[in-house]
């Protein structure tokens, strides 16, 4: 993934321009931001949902992923929701929402992320405050270049327990002890869910199709109900 360092200030237009240039696959970064020109660039964006945007105390990047990515993205929001309701466990999926407190001046939004454990405490809310409402329990990360690890600082500093990440084999689990996220091989929030069980079926579903790759996870899902 290449990466271009914009030394440009995000109150000119010219920012616009480099984003509407920026090739797929790569990262436009903007240093010394304010808080204020972070917001406004969220609004500036909120009809190019594509691009994914984090913001680290003035340290501003913004990926422009590759088109597998959303394939990959979709296969791990479908096999989740396939996974909460075979288990009968609460779900409330978030898509690729932007997760921001300006008393950290930290943001981030995930290709995509869920609630679970705080399911019920968010239901019916159309926009929650990370300053009162919790955050999500789980943020995805689907990641070939490593670049999402340059974010768990900002995840763990809005409290998201446990970080998924997939790099197009290999799917990665990650939960948070105190201020730093270590790797574990299961997930705390789904009983008998394995790293190799989402990686597995996001192989199968390259060459057999979503269809049939989740019907085989739910299938192997049943074997290992509690």
Same mark, same amino acid.
């Given at each position: 993934?290449?990466?271009?360092?914009?030394?440009?200030?995000?109150?000119? /237009?010219?920012?616009?321009?480099?984003?509407?240039?920026?090739? *797929?696959?790569?990262?436009?970064?903007?240093?010394? /931001?304010?808080?204020?020109? +972070?917001?406004?660039?969220?609004?500036?964006? /909120?009809?190019?949902?594509?691009?994914?945007?984090?913001?680290?105390?003035? $340290?501003?990047?913004?990926?422009?992923?590759?088109?597998?990515?959303?394939?990959?993205?979709?296969? /791990?929001?479908?096999?989740?929701?396939?996974?909460?309701?075979?288990?009968?466990?609460?779900? *409330?999926?978030?898509?690729?929402?932007?997760?921001?407190?300006?008393?950290?001046?930290?943001?981030?939004?995930?290709?995509?992320?869920?609630?679970?454990?705080?399911?019920?405490?968010?239901?019916?809310?159309? @926009?929650?405050?990370?300053?009162?409402?919790?955050?999500?329990?789980?943020?995805?990360?689907?990641?070939?270049?490593?670049? !999402?690890? !340059?974010?768990?600082?900002?995840?763990?500093?809005?409290?998201?327990?446990?970080?998924?990440?997939?790099?197009?084999?290999?799917?990665?689990?990650?939960?948070? *002890?105190?201020?730093? +996220?270590?790797?574990?091989?299961? !997930? $705390?929030?789904?009983?008998?869910?394995?790293?190799?069980?989402?990686?597995?079926?996001?192989?199968?579903?390259?060459?057999?199709?979503?269809?049939?790759?989740?019907? @085989?996870? $739910?299938?192997?899902?049943?074997?290992? $109900?509690?």
């Amino acid at each position: 993934m290449a990466i271009y360092n914009a030394f440009m200030s995000t109150r000119s /237009v010219d920012y616009l321009e480099a984003i509407d240039h920026l090739p *797929e696959g790569t990262i436009l970064i903007f240093p010394e /931001v304010s808080w204020e020109q +972070y917001e406004g660039l969220l609004e500036d964006l /909120v009809n190019r949902p594509g691009l994914r945007v984090s913001y680290d105390d003035g $340290r501003l990047e913004i990926v422009s992923p590759l088109p597998e990515l959303e394939d990959y993205k979709r296969f /791990v929001s479908h096999a989740v929701r396939a996974l909460s309701d075979e288990l009968g466990i609460e779900l *409330e999926p978030r898509g690729s929402a932007t997760w921001k407190r300006r008393t950290f001046r930290k943001g981030a939004e995930p290709d995509t992320c869920f609630y679970v454990a705080n399911a019920h405490r968010i239901i019916g809310k159309p @926009k929650i405050d990370l300053e009162s409402d919790p955050p999500p329990d789980i943020g995805v990360e689907i990641d070939m270049t490593n670049e !999402s690890l !340059s974010k768990f600082p900002i995840y763990a500093a809005l409290g998201v327990p446990d970080i998924w990440r997939y790099d197009g084999k290999r799917f990665q689990m990650y939960q948070l *002890e105190g201020d730093t +996220y270590t790797e574990t091989g299961a !997930s $705390r929030f789904f009983p008998n869910l394995s790293c190799p069980m989402l990686a597995n079926a996001l192989e199968l579903s390259k060459t057999q199709g979503h269809t049939q790759a989740l019907r @085989k996870f $739910r299938q192997e899902i049943r074997v290992l $109900r509690p």
